[in-house]
């Protein structure tokens, strides 16, 4: 590994280039961190050196970033890392022997990574030159003339690395014959593992303490912003991050809102109002989603009512399809109750969940999904989250919900929050 050893530079911790690039410091060494068993990650760098070896790759430059539809990707099921302070940060896999992963800062920062994640050689980027030091890499391994594929670092968008990364990358090592391969990683995290889907749990615990966090807060004075704080100290404290926290209110007797707000703003709550939402939340990268409409005081006869008649019973229609063997096609199928009781809704009506929001996607109007996923399987991941619309398009009510498909059926990791319209005390 690159570095300057801990105990040579002790004392010149002042010079920047010993500062960047020192290691073996006695720097969090009492840091406790949750982390998968042996077993697990060898399983999963034995997948991935399988799909390697069927593509014909030598090495895999992994990207992972800080991006919605991505959340660290394959750089955070191979290492544990999220990234939240660059673009992208990346990780080479040779076939054959150690990974490497490099860190976007150095100095203390990368110590403390070091600390958290299951790779052993940490780089730091050298001020962002992540390519210089992946080609160093290569070319220690003698694979600078070889097959390099690279993954997406976005798999939702399939943006790859920036044009000044990618320009270093080809002048550093010109004889590799360089392979984008898109999503690498979505077939890996569509079934998850027995201690994957115990993250998955934890994940649905927090959000679903989030959202009573919301509902204890929700009073009159009380402002939209002031309810994310109270769904975000929820998830900290339970040990998790914050993915997304969307949340707008209107009045239940004039509605303006068809779905949460995603920049919850500084209106005031009052008496009479209906709180849209939807909230997620990680575990050491695996999230969960929810959204429950909150109303403060007594719900409005449309809104019980459209609850009532429409929400569950739409909602329970779709359910039913969540075990093995059931048919995406037939929740698309049954998505259509919406609009044949005389409702529209949002187009999206369930989403997967690899580490984020991901593919499949059944929408009011298609269906996109792999072939390997139109069969619902166990391990899979799945957010049922109906939205239905009134006609004239001022009140809507997104429902939602994660679940885990098990062997016989189906386990809704968000349980802690029953399946009926949340009201607050006024």
Request: glycine letters at 10%; charged letters at 20%.
């Amino acid at each position: 590994m690159n570095g300057h050893d801990f105990t040579k530079i002790a004392e010149q911790l002042d010079h920047g280039p010993y500062f960047g690039n020192m290691i073996n410091t006695p720097y969090y060494a009492d840091a406790i961190y949750p982390r998968f068993s042996g077993a697990e990650m060898e399983r999963r760098y034995r997948l991935t050196r399988d799909k390697m070896s069927r593509l014909g790759l030598d090495a895999l430059i992994v990207g992972g970033a800080p991006n919605h539809w991505s959340y660290g990707s394959g750089v955070t099921w191979l290492s544990g890392h999220r990234e939240w302070h660059c673009m992208a940060v990346f990780m080479v896999v040779p076939l054959v022997g150690d990974p490497m992963f490099v860190y976007s800062m150095g100095g203390t920062h990368a110590e403390a990574t070091r600390r958290a994640v299951t790779v052993k050689d940490v780089r730091n980027s050298r001020n962002g030159k992540f390519m210089e030091v992946v080609a160093d890499f290569l070319h220690e391994r003698g694979l600078e003339a070889k097959r390099i594929g690279v993954t997406a670092v976005d798999p939702h968008y399939m943006d790859y690395m920036t044009v000044n990364q990618w320009n270093t990358l080809v002048s550093r090592v010109p004889d590799a014959q360089l392979v984008r391969v898109g999503d690498f990683f979505h077939e890996f995290l569509l079934l998850k593992s027995p201690e994957e889907q115990a993250y998955v749990a934890k994940a649905g615990d927090l959000v679903a303490r989030a959202l009573e966090a919301m509902v204890a807060a929700a009073k009159p004075g009380v402002s939209e912003y002031a309810l994310k704080g109270a769904a975000a100290a929820a998830i900290f404290e339970g040990g998790g991050e914050v993915d997304f926290l969307i949340i707008g209110s209107s009045p239940m007797e004039n509605p303006g809102i068809i779905f949460g707000n995603p920049r919850p703003s500084r209106r005031k709550l009052a008496k009479g109002d209906i709180i849209l939402n939807e909230l997620a939340a990680s575990y050491e990268g695996y999230s969960a989603q929810i959204g429950v409409p909150i109303c403060v005081g007594e719900p409005s006869a449309q809104v019980r009512e459209m609850f009532d008649t429409i929400v569950m019973p739409g909602y329970r229609l779709m359910e039913q399809q969540l075990k093995p063997g059931g048919l995406l096609l037939e929740i698309w199928r049954s998505s259509q109750f919406f609009r044949e009781h005389g409702y529209q809704s949002r187009p999206v009506q369930l989403h997967g969940i690899d580490l984020v929001s991901q593919s499949p996607h059944i929408y009011t109007e298609e269906l996109k999904a792999h072939d390997y996923e139109l069969v619902i399987k166990p391990g899979m991941e799945l957010m049922l989250e109906p939205n239905p619309i009134t006609i004239d398009g001022t009140l809507g009510l997104f429902f939602g919900h994660t679940y885990l498909i098990t062997e016989t059926g189906h386990v809704r990791v968000t349980d802690r929050v029953p399946l009926e319209l949340l009201v607050a005390e006024a």
